[in-house]
């Protein structure tokens, strides 16, 4: 499958020259880690698709198969059926069945589902069940090759990204965040941030440099450069940081992976 863009937004290296040394290897094995962890949604919910397939979107079988994708996907808030005309028809776990039967039919995602009948991986949205999360969503075709509808996991990006970056950067000086090529933060050290947007929110516009070089990275693929922002300390003095970004792509969709660390 395509690799997905990612770019993790803040290495924060207030540390020896010698330990700055070894920051892009710590960029790439995150990179590494998030596409392994994206290869491996694919892969289950692929899987499950095809057993879909063979069952239908509804019945016991349809909720054993959607039961068991949830279980294996630790981030997931809940996996459902879509089908051909954008209606929820069976979604797991118990807590998310009052949603089934709701036409979902207007949103992005379904649309391009079901134009295209390709995987889809939406942008962050309100979901009917109340989150703002992101859907992977995969097309199901039964044994005689035609499309009936949808498997759909819906997952909020910060959880996804926080089971594989807090292990990666526990004992170390390490901060990390991820931006969309919207400007939005999907994931931050600072559970407080998460969800903002970069080139908009109010808190982010006294640093110019910031919200250009935020504009910068959205635009490119790789780079780097310096901007003046916040020390994350209780100082709250401005410092200088160098950021370093690079990108992974799936199912159509970009993020990236910046690293920052103070010049």
Not at 195 to 212: A, D, K, M
Request: net charge negative; aromatic share 8%.
């Amino acid at each position: 499958m395509k690799k997905l863009c990612l770019v993790i937004f803040s290495f924060l290296f207030v540390v020896s020259t010698a330990q700055a040394a070894t920051q892009p290897d710590k960029l790439a094995i995150a990179e590494q880690q998030v596409t392994a962890a994206f290869e491996r949604l694919d892969s289950g919910i692929n899987t499950a698709a095809e057993k879909l397939g063979e069952v239908g979107l509804t019945g016991d079988d349809a909720r054993e198969i959607l039961t068991a994708l949830c279980q294996e996907v630790s981030y997931a808030v809940n996996c459902a059926t879509i089908d051909t005309h954008g209606v929820l028809k069976m979604i797991e776990p118990a807590a998310y069945r009052h949603v089934e039967g709701t036409d979902i039919s207007a949103q992005e995602q379904v649309k391009q589902m079901l134009s295209l009948n390709k995987p889809v991986l939406s942008g962050v949205f309100r979901a009917v069940e109340g989150d703002d999360a992101v859907v992977a969503q995969y097309p199901v075709v039964n044994a005689e090759g035609r499309f009936i509808g949808a498997l759909s996991v819906l997952f909020k990006p910060e959880r996804f990204l926080r089971e594989i970056i807090q292990p990666l950067v526990k004992g170390t000086q390490l901060a990390i965040s991820v931006m969309d090529l919207e400007g939005r933060t999907l994931y931050d050290s600072d559970p407080a941030q998460i969800g903002l947007n970069i080139f908009t929110s109010e808190i982010f516009q006294p640093y110019t440099e910031f919200v250009e070089l935020a504009q910068k990275i959205a635009a490119t693929p790789q780079g780097d450069g310096v901007y003046r922002f916040k020390r994350d300390d209780i100082s709250g003095a401005d410092v200088d940081k160098i950021a370093y970004w690079t990108s992974v792509s799936s199912y159509g969709v970009d993020w990236r992976l910046v690293g920052i660390q103070l010049e």
